[in-house]
């Protein structure tokens, strides 16, 4: 069964950051799919599924390496 889970990400504001995020976030292990609502200025919502829940370090990591100004949220 796979787990679907929703983050923020901020600094995110274009379709190429938006591809850059779902690209890292997609080769991480376990990840099935990764989609991101893009809110320009605002918090952009990144949805994972994945076969069990991705570990926060590694998500982290994967935005980080996308775009040194993107974020994940702590909500």
Same mark, same amino acid.
């Given at each position: 069964?796979?787990?679907?889970?929703?983050? %923020?990400? #901020?600094?995110? *504001? @274009?379709?190429? @950051? /938006?591809?850059?995020? *779902?690209?890292? /976030?997609?080769?991480?292990?376990?990840?099935?799919?990764?989609?991101?609502?893009? /809110?320009?200025?605002? #918090?952009?919502?990144? #949805?994972? /599924?994945?076969?069990?829940?991705?570990?926060?370090?590694?998500?982290?990591?994967?935005?980080?390496?996308? %775009?040194?100004?993107? *974020?994940? *949220?702590?909500?």
């Amino acid at each position: 069964m796979s787990t679907t889970t929703t983050y %923020g990400v #901020t600094g995110l *504001t @274009c379709g190429h @950051c /938006v591809a850059a995020v *779902t690209e890292e /976030v997609s080769e991480l292990p376990g990840v099935e799919s990764a989609q991101v609502e893009l /809110v320009t200025g605002g #918090t952009s919502l990144l #949805t994972v /599924v994945s076969e069990e829940p991705v570990d926060r370090a590694d998500l982290t990591a994967a935005i980080a390496e996308a %775009g040194e100004a993107y *974020t994940l *949220t702590d909500d």
